[in-house]
């Protein structure tokens, strides 16, 4: 079991986040969100490893703060988050606002395959290996 602390103040759980493709990894500043069914990577990431989302033949409707947005889903290789590597891990590609202090978020497709615990008693999101 391993743990990763975070700022029980904060208020967001911010984590690092690699996604990798056939051109290159990147690494992202997320912040954990259980309400985001998907997780979402802005588009220029998914282009830089390889994807172009406007090929995607899978969209989706989403909500955001201020509209509603058809947007491209892709799957991304590995993509890896508290030690944890999940493989051909479906992504949402949509950019966050530009004053966002993030790249994008870490949503319930991937907390859900990871079977992670998010501990707010010790401060602490909890992996299983």
């Known amino acids: 079991m391993a743990k990763f602390k975070f700022d029980p103040k904060a208020t967001a759980i911010i984590c690092r986040a690699e996604i990798v ?20 990577i802005p588009v220029e990431a998914a282009v830089a490893i390889g994807y172009d989302p406007s090929r995607s033949p899978r969209k989706i409707e ?36 530009p004053e966002s202090p993030v790249d ?7 907390l859900r395959q990871a079977k992670i615990a998010i501990d707010f008693s010790q401060s602490a999101i909890i992996t299983p290996g």
């Open 21 to 40: 493709g056939r051109k290159r990894e990147l690494s992202l500043k997320m912040i954990v969100d259980t309400g985001a069914t998907y997780t979402i």
């Open 62 to 97: 989403i909500t955001t703060g201020s509209s509603i947005e058809y947007v491209s889903i892709v799957s991304v290789p590995k993509f890896r988050a508290f030690g944890i590597e999940i493989r051909n891990m479906k992504a949402v590609c949509h950019n966050l606002p």
């Open 104 to 110: 994008g978020l870490l949503g319930l497709n991937f």
